[in-house]
């Protein structure tokens, strides 16, 4: 019987999607960082839901990367965006495309005349891709880390891109 609940949950780690999982490499041993979700019941009776990344130890089984907490990880590709060139983003096209949609939105939608359209050169990207990274859906924040041109690197709970 534990085999059989053991199997169960790893199958479900498996088939779960993770933001960040094969985007980014171990600084220690080049593993891939691979996540994990863990659950705690509260007091109240609701559930806080925790997602942790660290290393698979796939080439080296005594690697001692530890994990880091997603929103840990996403302040620091937060931080690792302000220090590159706005063209390694590589989001301007993505962005021009939300805007016009935006603005058909209030327009036909909505039934708002928009008399100032926003623009392109208005936005700014880099908060923009920081917006992407806090709060839009799965798939939109690992299309943004596909853009970057520089490979993710996490050691010692510390990201970083290496070119």
Do not use: W
């Amino acid at each position: 019987m534990q085999d059989k609940i053991s199997n169960d949950h790893l199958t479900r780690t498996q088939d779960k999607e993770f933001a960040f999982t094969k985007m980014i490499t171990c600084g220690l041993c080049g593993s891939g960082i691979t996540a994990d979700e863990k659950f705690k019941k509260l007091k109240d009776g609701t559930t806080n839901r925790y997602v942790y990344y660290g290393c698979t130890k796939f080439k080296d089984k005594d690697c001692p990367c530890g994990y880091i907490r997603e929103e840990d990880l996403i302040e620091q590709l937060a931080m690792v965006l302000d220090t590159i060139s706005l063209d390694e983003i590589g989001m301007k096209d993505r962005i021009r495309t939300e805007i016009e949609s935006h603005n058909e939105f209030q327009e036909s939608v909505l039934g708002r005349e928009v008399k100032e359209k926003v623009k392109i050169k208005e936005v700014d990207i880099r908060n923009y891709a920081k917006h992407i990274l806090r709060k839009r859906p799965l798939y939109e924040k690992r299309e943004l880390l596909s853009h970057l041109r520089s490979k993710l690197i996490l050691k010692e709970k510390q990201l970083s891109l290496v070119s």
